[in-house]
């Protein structure tokens, strides 16, 4: 009885940590990898603009990107990037679906243009249905280039208001950066548990050490 009680302890803590730590991404084409053919000969990258769809899952709202294949390192390994200055200014998005009320992760990893250095900072604006729920910062020093854009992770947090919510990233830059951005690469969006779901997990692993201390003493 004592072996299955702690089999039983130890299948709970299990799958309660298991669905924890691999929370499911809802976005897709998180690393702009997907579509169709990317880069002009010997450039690296296409500009693309409002309604072009070659970008799949992905929105081009305004102005243009650049659609980095092998420009510059990715911070992935496979290439692939988005520049949210193509020649102006973007704003992209994806809508996922959502739960009202609840709380979501943002996750990327973001860099900034080498080509145009200017001492100055990279600029994404980061919204969930039309509200801004942050803005992250990339301050060029000179020490990115294309070979190591240095990628920085970044994390924000946002309550979900209905079933479904649109994410969007626009280029906090202008003026002489126009054509120099963010860079971003390896979104994704993932539910926070439920305090009751963490609950149950502790509670889990809070029996399997307790039957596993019962066990020892047992035996000794």
Sequence with gaps: MKTIALAGALLAATVLAGSASAATNLISNGGFNNGGTVGEPGGGFQTLGVGSGALTDWSIDAGTIDWIKGY????????????????????????????????????????????????????????????TIGSAFYNLTGANSKANMLWAGQTFSFIADGASTTISFASGNGGSNCCYGAAIDNVGVTGVPEPAAWALMILGFGAAGATLRRRRAAVA
């Design 72 to 131: 510059w390192q990715s911070s992935d390994g496979d290439g692939y990037s988005v520049d949210l200055n193509g020649n102006s200014p973007a704003t992209i998005s994806q809508t996922i679906s959502t739960v009202a009320g609840k709380s979501y992760t943002l996750t990327f990893d973001m860099s900034g243009n080498p080509d145009n250095f200017r001492g100055d900072t990279r600029i994404a604006v980061l919204g969930a249905n039309g509200a």
